[in-house]
């Protein structure tokens, strides 16, 4: 019996400490004369049972999730963003504004020239980080205002945990300290897009450059420094029209997006689009 409950204990506890004696917890110590014939059936009945259960297939991930149940057919009108929803982009184009942002930094606010060999990190952020303007500190923060082990970082340093509860006297963010989307203050902001991630790169780049060298800094000007020269080759057109002059290069063609509108217009469907990308662009 005693090897039967360790079979239950390693099935239901598989995320618990691995059994160093023949001593089971209280949960599980049993032996012939506490269990009975019918606790021992009905666990082997369970345990060809959940043997023999089939997996769920593997995610689709073409199909479309929703929090709640929705009949399509009873939605008239469908609105779409354009720029990566019916427009697709290559990675090109990420590089494309990392580079031209940073001429425009360089250009505009006099950052030291030795900046300009400075390269696109693609793999180090991801959209959705917080960057806390007093700190210098860009980090993952999840819903309940909590920031996540091992994603604080310091230009391109991490933090040990010692670090950052020294610098947050924990891991939770006051709502007062959260910027406008998810709070009532204006220490921390959010990158929500993907077009954000060069300019987060080009910010802790030029973070780490001052720490390395010993610069002194105030990381809210570099923030708002690199944001407002990314935020011009999209304001002034620059972008445009280099994505306008190369579209083999920037755009990715996908025939399901026609077939998706076809099908909708077929449908009798009405369509809107909206976007802050210029009409001429679009």
């Given amino acids: 019996m005693v090897s039967v409950c360790k079979k239950a204990y390693?099935?239901?506890s598989p995320h618990w400490p691995p059994l160093t004696s023949?001593?089971?917890p209280a949960l599980f110590t049993c032996n012939y004369t506490t269990a009975s014939t019918p606790f021992i059936e009905h666990y082997e009945k369970m345990l060809l049972k959940a043997q023999n259960t089939e997996l769920p297939a593997p995610i689709d991930n073409q199909a479309v999730f929703a929090n709640n149940e929705i009949n399509l057919s009873d939605v008239d009108v469908y609105g779409f963003d354009y720029d990566y929803?019916?427009?697709g982009y290559s990675d090109s184009l990420l590089h494309t504004i990392f580079e031209m942002g940073k001429q425009a930094l360089l250009q505009?606010?006099?950052y030291p020239k030795i900046l300009k060999t400075l390269t696109y990190q693609p793999d180090f952020a991801v959209r959705g980080l917080h960057f806390d303007l007093k700190k210098g500190l860009l980090m993952k923060i999840d819903s309940f205002h909590h920031i996540q082990k091992d994603t604080v970082y310091r230009g391109l340093h991490k933090l040990s945990w010692d670090e950052v509860l020294e610098q947050y006297s924990g891991f939770h963010v006051p709502v007062k300290q959260m910027n406008q989307f998810h709070g009532a203050g204006s220490e921390m902001h959010q990158f929500v897009d993907i077009f954000t991630i060069p300019e987060i790169s080009l910010i802790s780049q030029v973070i780490e450059f001052f720490q390395s060298n010993a610069i002194a800094y105030d990381p809210e000007y570099v923030f708002w420094d690199v944001r407002s020269s990314v935020q011009s080759i999209h304001t002034s057109g620059q972008l445009h029209?280099?994505?306008t002059r190369n579209l083999e290069k920037y755009l990715t063609n996908s025939s399901r997006i026609a077939e998706l509108l076809d099908r909708l217009i077929s449908h009798d469907k009405k369509?809107?689009?909206i976007s802050n990308s210029g009409?001429?662009?679009m």
């Fill in 241 to 243: 029209e280099e994505i």
């Fill in 279 to 281: 009409f001429p662009f």
């Fill in 108 to 110: 505009t606010k006099n």
């Fill in 271 to 273: 369509l809107f689009l």
């Fill in 10 to 12: 390693a099935v239901l």
């Fill in 85 to 87: 929803t019916l427009a």
């Fill in 22 to 24: 023949s001593k089971l």
